[in-house]
């Protein structure tokens, strides 16, 4: 099946490119991990892959996950700060003074995605439940993607993080943390379309 022969090669090309450069990478790299930069590039084009492959497939009780496959990619890409001025996932939007139209666009976002994420848990919880209890690859391969963006997402402003608990953190370790969080979620991308591409319901 050529879903399963996706994942392992682009694994083994990226594995040892993507630890040398967090571990490695020397300062005039720092574009290279950047917000808007090739690594964060590459996930939201993984991510816009899974969504394209999965909406040819033309399922409508699939839709809710090819939303929030889109959302996670234009998220990748600051869209949701692009078009407004504060993002669509910031209270300042709709409590601020803002323009009333850019309230109701990001308003109507929110409810789509509300949506999305109620019917993922409704249709989509219990059985990938069942399919960690019976060892089903891509259940494991999606609780991995989780823990892989919750990583990214803890490891997103450490520094930021720790300082109210009076921890302070080096310079390097910023770094070190920063390009791993981007790294995380490249990983996260590829899994994601792996899942896209071998699952058949």
Known sequence: MPGKRLLLPVLIVLLPIAVALTWHAPSDTKAFFSEAGPIERLSAGFLLLSFAWLALRRDASRWHQVVLILAAALRELDWDKAFTERGVLS?????????????????????????????LLRRDLRPWLVGLRRGVGTSWAMLAAVLLYVMAKTLDGLGRKLAPLGVETSQQLNEVAGRSEEVLELFGAILILWIVAISRR
């Open 91 to 119: 209270l300042g939007l709709y409590t601020g003074d803002h323009p009333m139209g850019q309230k109701l666009a990001g308003a109507a976002v929110l409810v789509v995605l509300v949506w999305a994420v109620q019917r």
